[in-house]
């Protein structure tokens, strides 16, 4: 079986311009940098032919992380999202055979937030929105999206009809004594996962998908782990009389398998992938890379490989993706 046996799209590769590329130079060895730096930069020409390689006919663009999540001043981070919004938008007028956007939002803001999802999808065609995880306050703490200030957000969101990728970053570092004398479990190792599956987690406990029930929201690396843990959320000390003491009318799980979609991006992973599918379902999971941080080509050759069937191959290679971003339209 080759790459092209399934024409395949892609929702989690990213790119950085000029002001946000530092952002991403902690997350490989000095060595790699040089490495890591031009593929960030890189649009149409090895990005293209890494694609092609590897039988991927579509990607969806995203900003590095966390760039404007990282900015205090809402004013600075709404100006940064603009810059790289307009940007991105150009080049995928270049060749948009081959690519789709997803826009970087100042979620410092609710209002200017809104005001940007809206013009990114209405003026510039953008297919959903990437945000960075929580984003930070102009006193130095995090905003997390569960917060009732994000409830106008949401709405506008529910409105517009597109996704929200809810994208990783590490905690913040005051706020991580747990990992103090490991640094090796920050980033994709553990830490990534465990702050997004919590910001995912308190989305759902909070009510949000009551009030918005056609929200639409895609972790990436196989889900963060959650798949693997719905049952014990929910069904943790079934004895006791009594009920979870959060927000949610629903049980957890429930929001997980209809408000949530899944990528397999860099948890190139058979038995995680089975896992997720036997959690969420196979129409729920969509085929990613993580480029630049992994590389095509092993998300590729593991994912034509993978033991599925091929219906599933390409529902999560394709046809997934086709009509959560609304592609054949």
Same mark, same amino acid.
């Given at each position: 079986?080759?790459?092209?046996?399934?024409?395949?799209?892609?929702?989690?590769?990213?790119?950085?311009?000029?002001?946000?590329?530092?952002?991403?130079?902690?997350?490989?060895?000095?060595?790699?940098?040089?490495?890591?730096?031009?593929?960030?930069?890189?649009?149409?020409?090895?990005?293209?032919?890494?694609?092609?390689?590897?039988?991927?006919?579509?990607?969806?663009?995203?900003?590095?992380?966390?760039?404007?999540?990282?900015?205090?001043?809402?004013?600075?981070?709404?100006?940064?999202?603009?810059?790289?919004?307009?940007?991105?938008?150009?080049?995928?007028?270049?060749?948009?055979?081959?690519?789709?956007?997803?826009?970087?939002?100042?979620?410092?803001?609710?209002?200017?937030?809104?005001?940007?999802?809206?013009?990114?999808?209405?003026?510039?065609?953008?297919?959903?929105?990437?945000?960075?995880?929580?984003?930070?306050?102009?006193? !130095?703490?995090? &905003?997390? @999206?569960? %917060?009732? /200030?994000?409830?106008?957000?949401? *709405?506008?969101?529910? =409105?517009?009809?597109?996704?929200?990728?809810?994208?990783?970053?590490?905690?913040?570092?005051?706020?991580?004594?747990?990992?103090?004398?490991?640094?090796?479990?920050?980033?994709?190792?553990?830490?990534?996962?465990?702050?997004?599956?919590?910001?995912?987690?308190?989305?759902?406990?909070?009510?949000?998908?009551?009030?918005?029930?056609?929200?639409?929201?895609?972790?990436?690396?196989? !889900?963060?782990? &959650?798949? @693997?843990? %719905?049952? /014990?959320?929910?069904?943790?000390? *079934?004895?006791?009389? =009594?009920?979870?003491?959060?927000?949610?009318?629903?049980?957890?799980?429930?929001?997980?398998?209809?408000?949530?979609?899944?990528?397999?991006?860099?948890?190139?992973?058979?038995?995680?992938?089975?896992?997720?599918?036997?959690?969420?379902?196979?129409?729920?999971?969509?085929?990613?890379?993580?480029?630049?941080?992994?590389?095509?080509?092993?998300?590729?050759?593991?994912?034509?490989?993978?033991?599925?069937?091929?219906?599933?191959?390409?529902?999560?290679?394709?046809?997934? *993706?086709?009509?959560?971003?609304?592609?054949?339209?």
């Amino acid at each position: 079986m080759s790459f092209k046996t399934v024409k395949k799209i892609a929702l989690e590769e990213h790119f950085a311009i000029a002001e946000t590329i530092e952002d991403s130079a902690g997350f490989v060895p000095a060595d790699d940098w040089i490495e890591l730096k031009s593929r960030l930069l890189d649009i149409h020409e090895r990005r293209i032919a890494e694609m092609d390689r590897s039988g991927i006919e579509l990607v969806a663009l995203s900003l590095n992380a966390p760039a404007v999540q990282a900015i205090r001043d809402p004013k600075r981070a709404y100006e940064l999202s603009r810059r790289a919004n307009d940007f991105l938008a150009e080049q995928v007028a270049k060749r948009p055979d081959r690519f789709r956007a997803f826009a970087a939002l100042p979620m410092q803001s609710p209002e200017l937030a809104i005001r940007e999802a809206q013009r990114c999808m209405r003026e510039l065609g953008f297919v959903g929105v990437l945000v960075n995880g929580f984003s930070e306050d102009e006193h !130095g703490g995090e &905003l997390y @999206y569960d %917060m009732p /200030r994000f409830r106008p957000f949401w *709405a506008a969101l529910e =409105a517009l009809d597109v996704p929200f990728y809810l994208h990783p970053r590490n905690p913040l570092p005051g706020r991580a004594p747990i990992y103090d004398g490991h640094p090796w479990m920050m980033g994709p190792t553990w830490a990534f996962g465990q702050e997004t599956a919590v910001h995912a987690l308190r989305l759902m406990g909070s009510g949000l998908f009551d009030e918005h029930p056609a929200l639409k929201i895609i972790l990436g690396h196989m !889900g963060e782990g &959650l798949p @693997y843990s %719905m049952w /014990r959320i929910d069904n943790r000390n *079934a004895w006791v009389s =009594a009920k979870p003491n959060y927000l949610a009318r629903r049980p957890i799980a429930e929001y997980f398998r209809t408000n949530f979609w899944l990528t397999t991006s860099g948890n190139f992973r058979t038995q995680t992938l089975v896992d997720a599918m036997l959690e969420i379902g196979a129409d729920r999971i969509l085929f990613s890379a993580d480029w630049p941080f992994e590389n095509m080509d092993h998300a590729a050759e593991w994912f034509d490989h993978a033991s599925i069937s091929e219906n599933d191959r390409i529902k999560i290679g394709r046809t997934n *993706a086709e009509q959560l971003l609304k592609l054949s339209a």
